[in-house]
C-alpha cells in the first residue's frame, strides 16, 4: 500500500500549473508594461512633431512681440496631443529664425509589478523635434 502511494501521479499536474504559472504571468506584465511605455513613447514624440509642425506653420511671418503668443500656442498644442499616460510633461519650445526646436519630457507610469522593477515607479520618456522655418 505504501509502494502504491509512493508512486502515485494524481497531484503531478497541479505542481506543473504552479510552477509555471509565475513565470507565465511574470512574461505576460512585462509584455504589457513595454507595450505600455512604447505606445506613451510614441505619443510623446507625436506630440513634439505636431508641435514643431504648428510652429512652423503659424510662425512664418511674425514679429518679435507675438512670439511669446506662439510658443504658449504650441505648447498648448503640445499638451493637447499627449496622451493620457504621460503625468506632469515639461515642454520647451525654442523659437529662432532659422528654426523651431520642440523638447517634451515625461513620466510614464507602469502598470505592474514588473515595470516598476524594470524602471522604477515611472519611466521617463523624452523626445526633442527640430524644424527649420
Given at each position: 500500500m505504501i509502494k502504491k502511494i509512493l508512486k502515485s501521479e494524481k497531484g503531478q499536474s497541479m505542481v506543473e500549473f504552479?510552477?509555471?504559472?509565475?513565470?507565465?504571468?511574470?512574461?505576460?506584465?512585462?509584455?504589457?508594461?513595454?507595450?505600455?511605455?512604447y505606445s506613451n513613447k510614441y505619443s510623446i514624440e507625436s506630440a513634439a512633431?505636431?508641435?514643431?509642425?504648428?510652429?512652423?506653420?503659424n510662425g512664418a511671418d511674425i514679429e518679435d512681440s507675438e512670439k511669446n503668443k506662439l510658443i504658449d500656442d504650441t505648447k498648448?498644442?503640445?499638451?493637447?496631443?499627449?496622451?493620457?499616460?504621460?503625468?506632469?510633461?515639461?515642454?520647451?519650445?525654442?523659437?529662432?529664425?532659422?528654426k523651431v526646436t520642440v523638447s517634451v519630457e515625461c513620466?510614464?507610469?507602469?502598470?505592474?509589478?514588473?515595470?516598476?522593477?524594470a524602471f522604477g515607479e515611472y519611466y521617463e520618456a523624452k523626445s526633442k523635434n527640430v524644424g527649420a522655418r
Amino acid at each position: 500500500m505504501i509502494k502504491k502511494i509512493l508512486k502515485s501521479e494524481k497531484g503531478q499536474s497541479m505542481v506543473e500549473f504552479a510552477l509555471v504559472v509565475p513565470l507565465l504571468l511574470t512574461i505576460l506584465c512585462g509584455i504589457i508594461d513595454m507595450g505600455w511605455a512604447y505606445s506613451n513613447k510614441y505619443s510623446i514624440e507625436s506630440a513634439a512633431f505636431s508641435g514643431v509642425r504648428y510652429a512652423v506653420i503659424n510662425g512664418a511671418d511674425i514679429e518679435d512681440s507675438e512670439k511669446n503668443k506662439l510658443i504658449d500656442d504650441t505648447k498648448k498644442r503640445v499638451r493637447d496631443n499627449l496622451s493620457k499616460g504621460a503625468e506632469s510633461p515639461k515642454i520647451d519650445v525654442d523659437i529662432d529664425n532659422e528654426k523651431v526646436t520642440v523638447s517634451v519630457e515625461c513620466k510614464v507610469k507602469m502598470l505592474t509589478f514588473v515595470g516598476q522593477t524594470a524602471f522604477g515607479e515611472y519611466y521617463e520618456a523624452k523626445s526633442k523635434n527640430v524644424g527649420a522655418r
